[in-house]
């Protein structure tokens, strides 16, 4: 006997941007927001000095944020990085959810999932349609929308280089979500497209040959690798500590 096919799910809706606007950002990891006194905190804040430091003339970036492995803390860093550039003085922040095969930004921030980058790079939906505030003053986002069939194809088109184009001339920094270097192409076709790239490694956990094989990969196709975002360190708390 057949099996009955599975009704395909039911298209999203396009999101109404002063929904995300009220919602409050809770998320334990997201520690610029959520403990903006901590050491981890300013760990962020140091990744984000050296990337302005790396752009003395303060012109638009696009930057995308990869990883070797899954599961590393692509999101968490590319939320916490957003939220450090946003306390620069009139910094306007974008965060693009390009990892169409298992996206999580929409998740971190608490947020309905809405028509997103999907749509966007189909011609169905407008960039002030996809563009969604957030409730950190200088932050805005794009959720990554319907699964597409072929992501990386997506990803790779004329559209994508063309958007990137465009939301350079609205946005001071735009971050880049992508999936890991090592089980699709998404970040490496990306990351030719964009300024920069960080690779985020977790410390302890991802093996030194996964790390290389990552910037091999990246500076094969012309990447232009900025630096390494260490996450899960142990930092002592200075700020407390007994005199």
Same mark, same amino acid.
């Given at each position: ?6 009704? !395909?799910?039911?298209?999203?809706? =396009?999101? +109404?941007?002063?929904?995300? #606007?009220?919602? !409050? ?13 901590? @050491? ?16 003395? &003339? *303060? ?17 968490? /860093? ?5 939220? /450090?550039?946003?306390?620069?003085? $009139? ?9 169409? *095969? ?8 608490? =947020? ?9 790079? $189909?011609?169905?939906?407008?960039? &002030? ?15 990554? $929308? ?12 004329? #559209? ?8 350079? @001339? #609205? ?5 880049? &979500? ?7 192409? +998404? ?7 964009? +300024? ?10 991802? !093996?030194?040959?996964?790390? +290389? @094989? ?17 996450? $899960? ?11």
């Amino acid at each position: 006997m057949s099996s009955t096919p599975k009704p !395909p799910p039911a298209p999203l809706p =396009v999101a +109404d941007p002063e929904a995300s #606007r009220r919602v !409050p950002i809770t998320r334990e990891e997201l520690v610029v927001v959520s403990a903006s006194g901590s @050491q981890h905190a300013e760990q962020f804040r140091a990744l984000r000095n050296s990337l302005v430091a790396l752009n003395p &003339d *303060h012109a638009p970036r696009t930057v995308v944020l990869t990883s070797a492995l899954r599961g590393e803390g692509k999101t968490t /860093a590319t939320l916490n990085l957003a939220f /450090a550039l946003a306390e620069t003085p $009139g910094a306007k922040v974008l965060v693009i959810d390009a990892n169409l *095969h298992a996206p999580s930004v929409e998740e971190y921030l608490g =947020v309905a999932r809405g028509q997103g980058l999907s749509e966007l790079l $189909g011609g169905r939906l407008s960039p &002030d349609q996809a563009i969604r505030p957030t409730a950190l003053n200088g932050v805005s986002f794009i959720g990554p $929308g319907s699964t597409p069939a072929k992501p990386s194809e997506l990803l790779a088109s004329e #559209r994508m280089k063309t958007l990137l184009r465009t939301l350079k @001339q #609205r946005f001071n920094y735009v971050l880049i &979500d992508t999936p890991e270097t090592t089980t699709t192409s +998404d970040a490496a076709v990306l990351a030719a497209m964009a +300024d920069g790239v960080v690779l985020v490694v977790r410390i302890a956990s991802t !093996p030194r040959g996964y790390v +290389d @094989q990552a910037c091999r990969t990246l500076e094969a196709m012309g990447a232009n690798l900025l630096g390494t975002c260490l996450m $899960g360190a142990e930092l002592p708390d200075t700020a407390r500590r007994p005199r």
